[in-house]
């Protein structure tokens, strides 16, 4: 049996949709367990029915945080990204009984395809492939060969998955014209081992300062820093995101999203309207940036139908 923690952490919103989605992934793989840990900002939400299936969950509130929140530049989310991402992963390492075979950290309002999972199984269970000799007892070639069943898995101490990699960010300075060229990095996701994982996830002790470098920057720096290769995942990026009806105009600072991501209405459309096992079923493969790998039917749903 292969063991994988997920990490969820940060914001809440959509989270009482999305659950439903994460609490799924238990019934895709007969070689697969998915433990859930779940650090989230104060919320409302009924915590038995949203989060009493997972692992464990706690709460965060700002005043716990070392870091004085109420002063942090608003709209920079470095120091709330940071300190939650280092609390879920504490809350994974409470239970030191269960080896992990791999750690993934996401959000709250993400859902992810199916192909995105069957990534992760293969990377975690991939073989080296090809052709090798065959030898008889004495260890002589017999002419013939086999397949190499070697286990090749694509995470290790000094590497982590991500949906992307890294890759160069560059920018002019408002004031001097200057060329600023930087790291930068989707972060919707990391998959790694546990020892990898917390590495990355102390960045808020190691490596924060809240006037240093954006998010998706901040990451990308700080992992090639510790000398972490941040390594991109064949189907990484097929994942969506649930947004704010609002947010699909071109009027407000945080609008502008494609209509191929989903809104609440639609995510609860669909969830009553269907099954999970439909969602997930593999000809159904929906939201990703790659459009060979477009899903007609899902995709479609959320580009032709209301968002309100």
Not at 168 to 183: F, R, V
Not at 290 to 304: G, T, V
Request: hydrophobic content about 30%; charged content about 25%.
């Amino acid at each position: 049996m292969i063991n994988v923690a997920v990490m969820i952490s940060g914001h809440p919103k959509f989270f009482n949709l999305t659950y439903k989605f994460f609490q799924h992934w238990n019934k895709l793989y007969d070689n697969v367990k998915f433990d859930f840990y779940v650090s989230m900002w104060e919320n409302d939400y009924d915590k038995e029915k949203i989060f009493g299936w997972t692992k464990a969950y706690e709460t965060l509130y700002e005043k716990d945080c070392p870091y004085d929140l109420s002063k942090h530049e608003s709209g920079r989310h470095q120091p709330h990204y940071s300190w939650a991402l280092y609390k879920v992963n504490e809350l994974r390492k409470k239970h030191q009984e269960i080896e992990y075979n791999a750690v993934i950290q996401t959000r709250g309002d993400a859902i992810f395809s199916r192909l995105f999972l069957d990534s992760i199984v293969d990377n975690l269970t991939q073989i080296r492939g090809g052709k090798i000799p065959l030898l008889d007892s004495d260890g002589n070639h017999t002419g013939k060969s086999k397949t190499d069943i070697r286990p090749n898995p694509q995470i290790s101490d000094k590497n982590i998955l991500s949906a992307g990699g890294n890759f160069i960010h560059s920018y002019e300075d408002t004031i001097t014209g200057e060329l600023i060229q930087n790291l930068w990095t989707e972060d919707v996701w990391f998959m790694g081992t546990p020892k990898v994982m917390d590495i990355f996830c102390n960045i808020f002790y190691h490596k924060f300062s809240p006037n240093e470098y954006m998010l998706h920057i901040m990451q990308a720096e700080y992992l090639n820093h510790m000398r972490i290769y941040n390594t991109a995942m064949n189907n990484g990026v097929s994942f969506t995101f649930v947004r704010e009806s609002h947010r699909f105009g071109y009027d407000n600072d945080d609008g502008g999203y494609p209509l191929d991501f989903p809104t609440p209405n639609q995510i609860e459309r669909i969830i009553n309207e269907n099954s999970m096992d439909w969602f997930y079923c593999n000809d159904n493969i929906q939201k990703t940036y790659n459009p060979s790998l477009r899903s007609r039917e899902i995709e479609d749903y959320f580009i032709e139908t209301k968002k309100i």
